[in-house]
């Protein structure tokens, strides 16, 4: 297949890119167009960007005519303070190339500190920097593993080197312990950072040591204190009579909840009828946590300090007791549950007529999997473990499904639909493997039955303006927007299509436009990363992914803190009962809070996720594998395994015998002298050389047909020369 190399590729965002990366030194603008391979029809272009950056103070002439940032634009680098032979470096977060800070540059940082550093270029070209802010300083405590000899191994990546433990301060660590340290500050200048060992957990290969070291890393909460196991087992076993009389029964039709095989808390049941003119009335049920925790009190205390339960393979940290979250808001089959209903009459393209709430009393009919209702929906007419009172509704609710995907769709909403691993464990925790299954019909049925009794919700909320906690989803940013509408660009593709601002419709175009195709998972990944992450705010300013103006989180109360507040808050505004200004005025510090602590709880779930690959891949060391690239640096390239979604770096050296540059604008690396060009998206085959299971680290080799490990096919080659030769079509392999 041959292709004409895009000549769009230029934008202010991809030049600026450039200039920003940790790698680019001071050039002359002649050396920046030889350098970054600018073919002849594209100089003009280049030539007319960099004197718009240079009249608007964006890049800077420096020594010699050389482009530069600008300082008011060299955006403080942050990383962590290391300290190796009397000499201070940062290490980045991003993984750039370390920083040195000379002593008067430190400005009373220490080792350890996470700083914000602002980046000097020497005349050789070289970096250096000054700490201008310090933005953390931890309390020097870390996990690591015991190599031996009085050496350990910090698992925080920014410790690139082992660290010696001071004299009679090892606890008997042997080697392969997992310990958990302090670090001495040095004493002297020349000196070393030290550590000394304040417990040993036990060993590396011990079962359950990913999860421990994971939950310590991120303070992950396991157990209740014991006041609040008390206060939980003093709630009513049973529903009140008195409470039931108060509320409103649903037996019919009756509920039924939808999850994973291995779900505990089931705090969300649904009903659907199709209505005899056309339309639908949908039933969403959701466990009414509200009830049973009181504002302010000692089990809510405790839930607003986790925030969120955090889900690991075989392993949960929840937000509520066991008592509450298993027991008294599950929706177990065949037991009275309280619940907070909506109610939607929905017309025949699934447009809310009416929308109504209530307080309610249900009666599960049935606790079934999403692996059953797909298989049902899918025309088995006795599917296993299905109820047959049950199908007729299942069939009504997956034909509101289409019509409410086709809503959402309309409107522009964005599904990304990514696959997600899955870790199979054996009866005593070791993983077994790792399955990667789509979503079917069920999981989307029961997505789009929580959207829109989100959106119900979050509407009835906004337009009583009632005080309560919105999910918001903003635009990305405008330099996100132009760096992937770059790099589609490289694949035939196009983003906003001419438009100044891009929309929700603008992304699911351009994710329906993959669909199928090889790069979709790539290129979904990519438009995801470009999007701002959704957080929770009491003002309301629409959520972008989902093209609604208005949104919040109702649905799962058990698991989310800010789904309680809006439980809490439905019910007031229902009731008439304004809450207390200083309350009130605190929603905005919660919104952050949570969102923090939801952040905290991906990236640890992330983590986990990753051990539990290592873990698998480790015994497979010499065994070959077909992937994509995921990720282009100019350390090499990072490849996912389509079998399991396991992900390993490929180092630049193995790449092939010679010199391989690194575009930031287009991820790419082009060889020297091959004009082989490695991008993203590209199908590769593989071989695993080397795991590290301190740094949780996996690294590649390029495997040709052939079994021989050099940089093969599938690849490109870039153009030779300039003018004319640079505009010769290339071929891809």
């Not at 087992?233 to 039931?244: F, G, M, Y």
């Not at 050389?689 to 096919?713: K, M, N």
Request: a positive charge; hydrophobic letters at 40%; aromatic letters at 6%.
């Amino acid at each position: 297949m041959q292709r004409k190399q895009s000549s769009g590729r230029w934008t202010s965002a991809v030049v600026l890119a450039r200039f920003e990366h940790a790698d680019y030194r001071p050039r002359t603008q002649r050396q920046i167009l030889h350098e970054w391979q600018v073919e002849g029809s594209e100089r003009a272009a280049v030539r007319r960007i960099l004197r718009e950056l240079l009249q608007t103070g964006k890049i800077a002439r420096g020594r010699g005519g050389r482009l530069e940032v600008a300082r008011t634009r060299r955006g403080p680098l942050v990383g962590v303070l290391r300290q190796r032979g009397g000499r201070a470096q940062v290490v980045p977060d991003d993984g750039a190339a370390t920083v040195e800070i000379p002593p008067r540059g430190l400005n009373g940082a220490r080792p350890g500190d996470r700083v914000e550093v602002r980046l000097r270029t020497r005349r050789d070209g070289r970096r250096f920097g000054s700490v201008v802010h310090i933005v953390d300083r931890p309390d020097r405590q870390l996990l690591a593993v015991h190599l031996g000899e009085s050496r350990v191994q910090p698992f925080d990546p920014a410790f690139r080197e082992p660290l010696p433990v001071l004299p009679r301060f090892g606890k008997g660590a042997r080697r392969r312990d997992v310990v958990e340290v302090e670090i001495v500050p040095p004493r002297a200048r020349g000196d070393e950072e030290a550590v000394k060992v304040l417990e040993v957990l036990g060993g590396l290969d011990d079962r359950g040591m990913d999860i421990r070291v994971v939950s310590r890393k991120y303070e992950l909460i396991d157990k209740f204190p014991r006041d609040v196991v008390a206060a939980a087992k003093e709630l009513p076993q049973r529903v009140p009579v008195a409470e039931r009389k108060k509320r409103t029964r649903f037996d019919d039709p009756a509920p039924i909840t939808i999850d994973g095989e291995t779900a505990k808390d089931f705090d969300d049941a649904i009903a659907v009828i199709e209505k005899p003119r056309g339309g639908f009335r949908l039933w969403v049920h959701i466990a009414d946590v509200a009830h049973f925790i009181e504002p302010a009190g000692i089990i809510d205390r405790e839930a607003r300090r986790r925030g969120t339960s955090v889900y690991f393979p075989g392993k949960v940290f929840p937000m509520l007791p066991p008592r509450i979250s298993d027991d008294l808001c599950s929706l177990r089959p065949g037991v009275e549950r309280l619940v907070q209903t909506v109610i939607l009459d929905l017309d025949a393209a699934g447009e809310p007529t009416k929308v109504r709430f209530a307080d309610g009393v249900i009666r599960s009919a049935a606790r079934l999997t999403y692996t059953q209702v797909a298989d049902a929906i899918s025309g088995n007419p006795r599917p296993r473990g299905v109820p047959a009172k049950v199908l007729p509704m299942l069939y009504a609710a997956d034909r509101l499904r289409m019509v409410l995907e086709q809503r959402r769709r309309k409107r522009g909403s964005v599904d990304f639909d990514l696959p997600m691993p899955q870790i199979l464990l054996d009866v005593e925790g070791v993983v077994t493997g790792i399955t990667v299954e789509p979503r079917n019909a069920a999981h989307r049925l029961i997505e789009e039955c929580m959207l829109i009794a989100n959106e119900a919700v979050a509407a009835h909320l906004e337009e009583r303006d009632w005080p309560t906690l919105y999910r918001i989803h903003e635009p990305p940013a405008d330099d996100k927007v132009e760096l992937l509408e770059a790099f589609v660009s490289g694949f035939g593709l196009q983003l906003r299509k001419g438009r100044a601002r891009l929309s929700p419709s603008d992304v699911r175009d351009l994710i329906e436009a993959v669909e199928g195709r090889p790069e979709q998972p790539l290129i979904a990944q990519m438009t995801l990363r470009s999007m701002k992450q959704a957080v929770y705010t009491p003002e309301n300013q629409g959520h972008f992914g989902l093209a609604a103006q208005t949104y919040c989180h109702f649905t799962s109360p058990i698991r989310r803190y800010p789904d309680l507040i809006v439980h809490r808050m439905l019910r007031a505004c229902r009731n008439h009962e304004r809450p207390d200004e200083a309350w009130v005025a605190g929603l905005d510090e919660l919104g952050r809070e949570t969102s923090s602590l939801e952040r905290n709880a991906e990236a640890a779930e992330r983590e986990l996720l990753t051990w539990k690959k290592v873990a698998l891949i480790r015994d497979k060391v010499g065994d070959l594998f077909y992937g994509v690239v995921t990720g282009v640096t100019a350390f090499g390239m990072f490849v996912q395994l389509t079998e399991n979604l396991v992900e390993g770096l490929v180092k630049v050296e193995r790449l092939g015998d010679e010199r391989f540059v690194f575009d930031p604008g287009t991820q790419t690396l082009t060889g020297s002298r091959s004009r082989t060009v490695w991008r993203l998206g590209q199908q590769v085959r593989v071989q695993v050389e080397r795991v590290d299971r301190i740094r949780q680290r996996i690294d590649f080799g390029l495997v040709s047909e052939r079994g021989l490990r050099h940089a093969g096919p599938p690849r490109e080659r870039a153009p030779r020369g300039r003018g004319r030769a640079g505009r010769k079509r290339v071929k891809r392999r």
